[in-house]
């Protein structure tokens, strides 16, 4: 199956996730500056199974509360509407996610958190913003698990076989790899380009591109937790840094030390 074929059969899937009316909503409510924590909690809460999945995702250890938080209105408080936007977001891929590869949430979950410990590192301005695309970045596996399983299977035996990376074998099976499939869906739900680039490129790292230092986070996020063994993307090796990365967001290897010491600090007890 060549990369033409594949998008029109990626496309073509009738059931692709979209975001629920209720998020979209929700969403645009979080970027009037006029709003309050309150509203947006009602609005929230009208939603039950919504609200639901919020406080789980909430209360799962992703966001560090050593206590429980019971209520919508609680959480929009302690977390502020940026944090919100992020969370809102990623309850509805959670249950999509965590129902896929096993190993694929707490992987995608870590990754996250090493987005924002990076983000942080690098002084930028929206650290919670990339969390949200390592969450999502390898939600392109998701989609190819759930509606082309034919075509997944194929990829898992070709890197088994070869014990090669899961990407290198999707590149040989169908020309395209899970990050372009990813982005192809971030671009359906329409969510912005410094979003989708990242996932998009994670795995394919230029410094031309407009976002490259957050698609350099992501990447270098993504092999971090796979070095440090959270979670799990579907294969066994590592893949190696990209040095054109490291040079974009101006990290070297002391760098990297410091970086994986937070890691480790960050994550104990919360994902393994
Ligand atoms: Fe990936
Ligand atoms: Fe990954």
New binding site residues.
């Given amino acids: 199956m060549d990369r033409a074929e594949m998008r029109k059969k990626v496309e073509e899937v009738t059931s692709l996730p979209t975001l629920p009316g209720s998020v979209t909503r929700i969403t645009r409510m979080l970027d009037d500056s006029d709003i309050t924590t309150s509203e947006v909690g009602r609005e929230i809460e009208k939603d039950q199974v919504f609200s639901a999945k919020v406080l789980k995702l909430v209360n799962s250890g992703f966001y560090g509360f050593s206590q429980p938080i019971s209520t919508i209105q609680h959480a929009m408080v302690l977390l502020g509407f940026e944090v919100a936007k992020t969370l809102i977001l990623s309850t509805s891929v959670l249950d999509m996610m965590s129902k896929s590869m096993t190993g694929l949430w707490p992987?995608s979950l870590a990754?996250a958190r090493t987005c924002v410990i990076i983000a942080r590192y690098l002084d930028l301005d929206d650290p919670e913003e990339v969390s949200v695309t390592g969450l999502l970045?390898?939600l392109g596996k998701v989609v190819l698990e759930a509606h082309v399983n034919d075509v997944f299977e194929v990829v898992v035996e070709v890197m088994e076989d070869r014990n090669i990376l899961f990407y290198e074998a999707e590149i040989e099976v169908m020309e395209i790899n899970h990050a372009t499939v990813g982005g192809w869906l971030l671009q359906k739900w329409q969510l912005p380009g410094k979003i989708v680039e990242p996932v998009m490129y994670h795995h394919d790292f230029h410094p031309s591109r407009t976002h490259a230092v957050r698609t350099g986070i992501v990447h270098l996020a993504?092999i971090l937790v796979r070095a440090e063994g959270f979670g799990s993307?579907g294969d066994r090796r590592i893949p190696v840094v990209s040095e054109a990365a490291m040079e974009a967001m101006e990290l070297r290897q002391d760098d990297l030390q410091e970086i994986m010491d937070e890691m480790m600090e960050d994550m104990r007890g919360v994902i393994r």
Wanted: charged share 35%; aromatic share 0%.
């Fill in positions: 992987h990754c970045h390898d993504d993307g």
